[in-house]
């Protein structure tokens, strides 16, 4: 018998995090948790201020998020998560060895496309070439998979599921 993963969908802004994340969680029969409501409370005003938030404003978040991931060792959970830079996967991985990471990626028009059209979510496309600057994506010694955002919800989540299904069961 497989145990689940603890993973973190990755990725800039439009990849999809957000609406991956609950199609994954349910595909693996896990738990979700939706990685802004980590955020402490001068994180969630500083960016209502419209100003971005800097390393040392994320790391207590980076933390409340290794702290979740920590809890389902052994259980299997979805949790979203930027993770852009080494830096912040690693601290993740400091709380939570076993964790795995789902780096959704896809090119930069399709990406600009859909933040174009979605709704309920503010984050301009002007901001998405610092993303991409600041992406540093997953190298060969972590724990994870890159998975093409091109496609359909489901589509893409089944190729998610498949990606993980081909990984090492975690250890204990």
Known sequence: MRTPHVVV??????????TIGPL?????GVPY??????????????????TPLD?????PWLDAIGSWAHR??????VVSCSALKRSYRDR?????????FVHLAGDRRLIEDRMAHRRGHFMPT????????TLQPLGADEAGVAVDVSGSP??????????LAGLPEPLH
């Open 9 to 18: 969908v990755m990725g800039v802004a439009g990849t999809g995090k957000t």
């Open 24 to 28: 994954l969680a349910a595909r693996l």
């Open 33 to 50: 948790a939706e990685g802004d409501d980590f955020h402490p409370p001068a994180n969630i005003a500083k960016m209502s201020a419209g």
């Open 55 to 59: 390393d040392a404003d994320r790391w």
């Open 72 to 77: 389902r060792a052994g259980l299997g959970g």
């Open 92 to 100: 993740l991985r400091a709380a939570a060895p076993r964790i795995t």
């Open 126 to 133: 002007a901001l998405l070439d610092s993303q991409f600057a």
């Open 154 to 163: 489901e589509e893409i989540t089944e190729r998610a599921a498949k990606a």
